[in-house]
T-cell receptor, first 117, second 117 residues
């Protein structure tokens, strides 16, 4: 099956710093990637949809300037949490969809646990 | 309005028994897809099974089957012969539409399944 990786798997940072999370599709090209956020014991909430070569589409309530998304290639999307604060601590998961297939499966990365001190 | 509802926060089942996890959904789009994912404590999202709104038969994948009742808008997951390794969080999700752009998933609140030996 298709593999999606995320890096780093865990990150601890100080309040006010920026953190970049990478999402890579390892064995397929992903025209669309999604970024989700999950609080402890809660469901996944979609933050944004990232399309290769274009600006990301953010869900209502998600701050674009806070969560910068770049999808520069068909295999890489990055999420940068700018000026992170403790309330940004969460589990961030990306997923990728292959092109040309409607109703295709989303392949999820293993997630990144962010802790902001 | 909640699009995906999972009414069972937690389920406890004896090993080797069958278990049904409930999921109801709400949509006015005639074209949609329903998914079940398993999330163990490691955090990764594992795809289990998919049901399309136009599929005539209930989906099955090994020990997993989806009891799709379209008129009731329910898509319950049935796990037969449960195993200790089935203990995890289970999420029902829906995708609306049938085109390349309709890839967003909406997740339910999740059900924590615990298999007792």
């Amino acid at each position: 099956g298709a593999v999606v990786s995320q890096h780093p798997s865990r990150v601890i940072c100080k309040s006010g710093t920026s953190v970049k999370i990478e999402c890579r599709s390892l064995d397929f090209q992903a025209t669309t990637m999604f970024w989700y956020r999950q609080f402890p014991k809660k469901s996944l909430m979609l933050m944004a949809t990232s399309n290769e070569g274009s600006k990301a589409t953010y869900e209502q309530g998600v701050e674009k300037d806070k969560f910068l998304i770049n999808h520069a290639s068909l295999t890489l999307s990055t999420l940068t949490v700018t000026s992170a604060h403790p309330e940004d601590s969460s589990f961030y998961i990306c997923s990728a969809v292959t092109s040309g297939r409607a109703f295709s499966e989303q392949f999820f990365g293993p997630g990144t646990r962010l802790t902001v001190l | 309005a909640q699009k995906i509802t999972q009414t069972q926060p937690g389920m406890f089942v004896q090993e080797k028994e069958a278990v049904t996890l409930d999921c109801t959904y709400d949509t006015s789009d005639p074209s949609y897809g329903l998914f079940w994912y398993k999330q163990p404590s490691s955090g990764e999202m594992i795809f289990l099974i998919y049901q399309g709104s136009y599929d005539q038969q209930n989906a099955t994948e090994g020990r997993y089957s989806l009891n799709f009742q379209k008129a009731r808008k329910s898509a319950n997951l049935v796990i037969s012969a449960s195993q200790l390794g089935d203990s995890a969080m289970y999420f029902c999700a829906m995708r609306e539409g049938y085109n390349q752009g309709a890839q967003k998933l909406v997740f339910g609140q999740g059900t924590r399944l615990t298999i007792n030996p």
